[in-house]
């Protein structure tokens, strides 16, 4: 049968209206579908930045341990570490003219001591012999070096208190015309050492002296005066 125009019209206005509740039920799905993932994505934001100071917090607490680590290293390294001292020196001047050579052979003997708990590996260092003739008021230890060596390379032993010898030769005539008229013989020089367990550490004794040479005689042993004591 022939559709009436009411009917036509009220069929219009149900499909408009369907068409309406739809298109709200669609806003409102966005709006809750928009809501939900600004939810998601606060929470997630959220548990990111827990996880990031949960991260500062294990990076801070690992470089805290690695600290502690390495002061026990270091503490534990200086307490067993060597540590040479020298506490005094012994000079004596040989003639060697009797064997044809125009020379004063100089013997020293430096009074070391390990106070350290391990032994010790020296290296090759440097000793010097300077002579003044001017007397100890006005002597300089930069006055006429006259010799000069390398320190040997010795094992001290632990808590070694003795002799390390260092040896070189001089001019005759300018030790002994230096020495008749009372002058100073300066003894200085560094010893580089390590631990024989760590010789990759390397640590310096220096040592400085001075002998008075009054009354010189070839062959005896001189007095001497204490001197600097810089070790590290």
């Known amino acids: 049968p022939p559709i009436s125009q009411s009917s036509a019209s009220e069929y219009t206005q149900a499909k408009d209206h369907r068409d309406l509740q739809a298109q709200e039920w669609m806003a409102w799905s966005s709006f809750w579908m928009l809501v939900v993932t600004s939810a998601g994505v606060y929470f997630v934001a959220r548990t990111l930045k827990a996880t990031e100071r949960a991260l500062n917090q294990t990076s801070a607490a690992t470089k805290a341990a690695e600290d502690a680590v390495k002061i026990t290293e270091k503490f534990a390294y200086f307490q067993t570490r060597p540590f040479l001292n020298h506490h005094g020196v012994s000079l004596t001047v040989m003639d060697a003219r009797k064997y044809g050579e125009n020379e004063a052979v100089l013997m020293i003997d430096l009074k070391l001591k390990n106070t350290g708990k391990t032994p010790a590996n020296t290296k090759f260092g440097r000793a010097y012999v ?72 390397t640590h310096a004794m220096d040592f400085s002296y001075f002998v008075i040479a009054r009354g010189f005689k070839a062959g005896v042993e001189f007095d001497t005066t204490a001197g600097k004591n810089e070790a590290t």
């Not at 006429?144 to 001019?171: C, H, K, N, W």
Request: aromatic share 12%; no cysteine; proline share 7%.
């Open 130 to 201: 300077a002579v003044s003739p001017r007397g100890i008021e006005e002597a300089d230890a930069s006055d006429y070096v006259v010799a000069s060596f390398f320190t040997p390379r010795l094992q001290v032993a632990a808590e070694f208190d003795g002799i390390f010898p260092i040896r070189m030769t001089a001019d005759w005539n300018v030790i002994s015309s230096a020495l008749e008229e009372d002058g100073v013989i300066w003894i200085r020089g560094s010893i580089p050492y390590s631990p024989i367990f760590a010789a990759d550490q």
